[in-house]
């Protein structure tokens, strides 16, 4: 599965680039987050509740940020696993100051198997962008 797009936030880049490495901002805004903790140097532990259709259950992975060049990009890697599936993936975020705020443009992989995979991929689009909606619009609202 490929997903990309661009989302603007009424905030400065600096900030904006620090707000989506905060752990305590993330778990504030990303949709069924339950936990996500530092793990390492430039990796997170991620606890959450997730479903899609009648498949719900909670999911535990790991982040890692990769080629990071603050305020403008890094690449971020993802794995995780639960309610008998595993997702793994890359995501590469590019942060550009426009008018007042800040573009951020998104584009990244995910493979994912197990019970999720069997769903079909056009439901796993449909709740990928739903996340992705309500993530934005809670950091949004985060930036103020």
């Known amino acids: 599965m490929t997903i990309s797009g661009t989302q603007t936030v009424r905030a400065p880049r600096e900030r904006v680039f620090r707000m989506l490495l905060d752990p305590v901002g993330l778990q504030r805004a990303i ?10 140097e430039g990796a997170f532990h991620i606890k959450m509740s997730a479903g899609i259709a009648s498949i719900r259950g909670k999911v535990e992975g790991q982040i890692q940020v990769q080629e990071s ?7 971020l890697a993802m794995n995780g696993k639960g309610i008998g599936s595993f997702v793994e993936g890359w995501a590469d ?21 197990g019970m999720i995979a069997a769903v079909g991929n056009r439901m796993i689009d449909l709740a990928v962008r739903k ?11 985060e930036a103020g």
């Open 31 to 40: 949709p069924g987050c339950e936990e996500i903790a530092p793990n390492g």
């Open 69 to 75: 060049r603050a305020p403008e990009h890094y690449r």
């Open 93 to 113: 975020i590019d942060l550009t100051e426009a008018g007042g705020g800040t573009e951020v443009a998104y584009a990244g992989e995910a493979k994912v198997g």
């Open 131 to 141: 996340a992705l909606g309500d993530f934005f619009e809670r950091l949004k609202q």
